[in-house]
């Protein structure tokens, strides 16, 4: 049984940084990709970044520079650590895995698991 946890959310000033993370469990594929989302209401679900199990990062244009995804792969852990953040960055946050490499991997087809997510407000 697979779960992704988020942790890391909160409030911040324009400009400011935040370090989210997701925590894996029961996770055991030894090819993945690992993804973060945002979504905002009303909207569809945007990819923010992306890392597999090559350590090959993918970002959204729109973080690209601000933000930067790594991993901890003994503890099943993946980071997203924004900075410079702006009114705009402002959503729900996910973290989602997949069982294998994606093809597209800022699409949120490609994901099978989904955390619960974590709010995140710039003001």
């Known amino acids: 049984h697979v779960q992704l946890v988020e942790s890391g959310g909160g409030s911040v000033q324009a400009g400011g940084s935040l370090r989210l993370s997701c925590a894996a469990s029961?996770?055991?594929?030894?090819?993945?990709?690992m993804g973060w989302f945002r979504q905002v209401p009303g909207k569809e679900r945007e990819g923010v970044a992306s890392?597999?199990?090559?350590?090959?990062?993918v970002y959204g244009d729109s973080v690209q520079g601000r933000f930067t995804i790594a991993q901890v792969n003994a503890k099943n852990e993946v980071f997203l650590q924004m900075d410079s953040l702006k009114p705009e960055d402002t959503a729900m946050y996910y973290c989602?895995?997949?069982?294998?490499?994606?093809?597209?991997?800022?699409?949120?087809?490609?994901?099978?698991?989904w955390g619960q997510g974590t709010q995140v407000t710039v003001s």
């Open positions: 989602a895995a997949s069982g294998t490499y994606a093809l597209s991997p800022l699409q949120e087809s490609e994901y099978k698991f």
């Open positions: 890392i597999d199990s090559k350590g090959t990062t």
């Open positions: 029961g996770y055991t594929y030894s090819s993945y990709c």
